[in-house]
């Protein structure tokens, strides 16, 4: 018989925080800290050439990493935040069972933060945790706008932003599964497997790589080899660093 510790969502999310910075969420209880939400800066990003916070988040990647391109920095940003939101809903989908709304009226973000990107809650509407939910308040609701905002700001390729926004998603269920390996909570581990894959079979997702267990191996690049110093991540389609491919620029 397995125990289930958890059954609703507390006031602060407390059972993320073992997790680790990209799954616990902040929650304010209805006040509102004076960071824009999610809904205001994909808005303002979508309407002028400025794109305040999206830009101000890229430029700030950009300055952090040395990155030679733009389109480096927009691409490690883009991979950022899908990491921190999928940790969050998929970390509470799978301990405990519900799932908060993420509505980006709701959700705070400071552009200005470190890694990983800091989250403002003002609400906390359970919700169930099934892939359908799933899909809807993240891809839906904010992994569609992000990809088209930098899609056509920095000319950056669907293929490698939605590979991103899977690598983020897998990453979030290898973590999960490992904590649940080490604290005796199977019933976690196979909830986030489940999910996991329930949601890469979602047609913005379908094809972005292959999950092979909790290993995944994506069909496209995220540019982070382009730093300097840096070199392949641990789900690249390459197996090693190329020297110079402009393909594998373009995702």
């Not at 993320?16 to 910075?21: N, S």
């Not at 899909?135 to 930098?150: E, S």
Request: charged share 20%.
């Amino acid at each position: 018989m397995v125990l289930l510790l958890f059954v609703d969502l507390d006031p602060d999310l407390a059972a993320l925080r073992p997790l680790g910075g990209f799954f616990a969420l902040r929650t304010t209880g209805g006040r509102r800290p004076p960071l824009p939400t999610l809904e205001r800066v994909y808005e303002e990003g979508a309407s002028d050439g400025s794109g305040h916070s999206i830009t101000f988040r890229v430029n700030k990647v950009v300055n952090a990493l040395r990155a030679p391109e733009v389109r480096i920095g927009a691409s490690v940003a883009h991979q950022g935040l899908a990491a921190r939101l999928w940790s969050t809903a998929l970390g509470c989908a799978a301990l405990y069972e519900r799932v908060p709304d993420l509505d980006p009226r709701l959700l705070h973000w400071d552009p200005d933060g470190t890694a990983p990107d800091d989250l403002w809650l003002t609400a906390l509407r359970p919700l169930p945790a099934d892939v359908e939910t799933l899909t809807d308040v993240v891809l839906t609701a904010h992994l569609r706008p992000l990809t088209d905002l930098l899609h056509t700001r920095h000319r950056l390729a669907e293929g490698l932003l939605w590979g991103n926004a899977a690598s983020a998603l897998t990453g979030a269920a290898r973590q999960l599964d490992g904590w649940a390996r080490a604290h005796g909570r199977t019933d976690v581990g196979e909830r986030a497997r489940e999910l996991t894959a329930g949601l890469l079979a979602h047609p913005l997702l379908a094809g972005t790589g292959t999950l092979t267990g909790t290993a995944f191996r994506r069909r496209s690049c995220c540019l982070y080899y382009r730093v300097p110093g840096g070199g392949v991540c641990g789900d690249c389609c390459f197996l090693r660093t190329p020297r110079s491919s402009p393909r594998a620029s373009s995702g």
